[in-house]
């Protein structure tokens, strides 16, 4: 970084105001002013110190190595720094860490600030731990800092002082305590961060615990980059409060990263949604098609039999009753599959599980004849009834029949059959709907939804029966049989979850 040209007098009000021994000299080594820190700790006043060649303050025993070292630092420019023995105004060496930086001035002279940390006397005793703190963290490969017990921030390394643009003579660089309130670093952070980040460091200052935030920085070109600043308390034998210790870590590729990562999610979030909506949309239509193709061929064939010569009235009107139970079926299942989806709870009754498959068997027992499916019945006459949500049941019962139908490959199977069994036990009735068809791959994965080994169909029946019987506080469950095909079986309890089971009678 370029070295700034300067005013002489503004590094003069600089110099007064410092709270630690300090003072000017030209390139040449003859001070051109001292501070009253200067004076308290050598005893002599400014006048006397002034045009005197700075190394006079030392110790003789340090002069010609501070002053060789000096010379150095004034031939390449660098920055100047040394542990040296300063003249005490009671004549006890005061140990300081002396540091210098020249400063352009008028464009041709340069000028040096001087300024003793550390100061070691009998009257004084300073452990050297700014500097070993000063140093360490100047090492760390990080943006490293450390702020007074109150909060103020005293101290910056050398890449976060070059990450903000410091000029080479701000007090941030060597530690030099300027009273800094304990949010005096906020207005380096975004606008956005503000309140958090006063939020965390409030806290860790009331607590004396340490403490982590993310904020954005703004560098020496105005742009923002994110960073992890954690903070510890750094504390003394006897557990005083001496330093807050904290350290930046560049996060900006990670948070950016993690960003586009969020975004991108969230399209895929979107794109998933549309694609499931139209899944069930599709799925939904599946359900139904069946029975509305039922209706519509029982409506067909009732008006046959009122169209012809000799109207067969009975017969039309059996089967318009078969029409109007489809549609009212129908139309529960939609009402249901609604009620399901919007998360509400069953609407149940009393109701008799050997009377709902019976009801559902006048729906699907005619597809059964026409795939030349036998059907086997056992069912209990002794099956108390249960509380239960009767539509639902039905609709669970007619997929179970439908998926059983569904099992038979073209020409697989010379005799098909399907049978459906109704048992209990103490608390739960049990209904098994088996069939002798192909069986499945994998019988649990069968239940999840959208999934489906058959050509039609998009794999939401099965998911929606299990759902409905979870809700019903039952199981449904499926198994392939030694013998061939597959076992669905449904367990439901007499009474609902909050009411307790009853004995069966």
């Not at 410091?166 to 941030?172: A, T, V």
């Not at 870590?249 to 990562?261: F, N």
């Not at 026409?370 to 009834?385: C, M, R, V, Y």
Request: negative net charge.
């Amino acid at each position: 970084m370029p070295r700034l040209m300067v005013d002489s007098t503004k590094i003069g009000a600089f110099v007064q105001s410092s709270p630690h021994p300090a003072w000017l000299a030209t390139s040449r080594g003859h001070c051109t002013y001292a501070n009253p820190a200067l004076e308290r700790l050598t005893g002599l006043k400014s006048d006397q110190i002034v045009r005197e060649a700075w190394q006079n303050l030392l110790v003789e025993e340090d002069r010609a190595a501070a002053t060789n070292s000096w010379q150095r630092s004034v031939a390449s420019g660098t920055p100047y720094r040394t542990r040296v023995r300063v003249r005490g105004f009671d004549g006890s060496p005061a140990t300081v860490e002396l540091i210098a930086l020249g400063h352009p001035v008028d464009g041709a002279s340069q000028l040096w600030l001087f300024t003793a940390l550390y100061i070691h006397s009998a009257a004084q005793q300073y452990p050297p731990l700014e500097a070993q703190l000063q140093a360490t963290l100047n090492l760390i490969p990080a943006y490293t800092w450390y702020a007074s017990a109150s909060g103020g921030l005293t101290f910056l390394c050398e890449r976060g002082c070059e990450y903000l643009g410091l000029p080479p003579d701000h007090p941030l660089r060597f530690g030099i305590d300027m009273g800094n309130v304990w949010d005096s670093h906020i207005p380096l952070l975004h606008p956005d961060d503000h309140e958090e980040t006063r939020r965390v460091w409030s806290t860790c200052l009331r607590t004396g615990s340490a403490g982590e935030v993310s904020f954005r920085i703004r560098n020496a070109e105005g742009d923002y980059r994110w960073f992890l600043s954690r903070t510890e308390p750094l504390r003394a034998d006897d557990g005083t409060l001496l330093y807050w210790i904290g350290v930046n870590l560049d996060i900006d590729d990670a948070k950016r990263a993690e960003e586009a990562l969020n975004a991108a999610k969230e399209q895929l979030a979107r794109a998933s949604q549309i694609a499931t909506g139209a899944q069930l949309s599709a799925s939904i239509a599946h359900e139904i098609v069946q029975p509305l193709s039922a209706l519509v061929a029982n409506a067909r064939a009732a008006l046959n039999w009122l169209s012809g010569d000799d109207p067969n009235i009975s017969q039309a009107k059996a089967l318009i009753e078969i029409v109007l139970h489809d549609g009212m079926s129908i139309g529960n299942v939609v009402h249901e599959i609604r009620r399901l989806f919007k998360g509400q709870s069953p609407n149940k009754t009393t109701v008799q599980v050997n009377e709902l498959i019976g009801q559902v068997l006048l729906v699907s027992g005619r597809e059964l004849r026409e795939k030349n499916i036998a059907l086997s019945l056992q069912l209990d006459p002794t099956l108390p009834t249960i509380e239960a949500d009767g539509v639902q049941i039905q609709q669970v019962l007619l997929n179970l029949i439908k998926n059983a139908m569904e099992a038979f490959p073209t020409g697989s199977v010379d005799h098909r059959y399907v049978q459906i069994r109704t048992s209990a036990n103490h608390q739960d009735a049990l209904v098994e709907v088996e069939d002798n068809g192909r069986g499945f791959a994998d019988a649990e994965k069968i239940f999840e939804a959208f999934f489906t080994s058959k050509n039609e169909g998009f794999g939401i029946g099965l998911a929606i029966s299990r759902s409905i019987a979870e809700t019903h506080g039952g199981t449904l469950v499926a198994a392939n049989r030694n013998s061939g095909g597959a076992c669905f079986s449904l367990r439901l309890p007499f009474r609902s979850v909050a009411n307790g089971p009853v004995e069966s009678v």
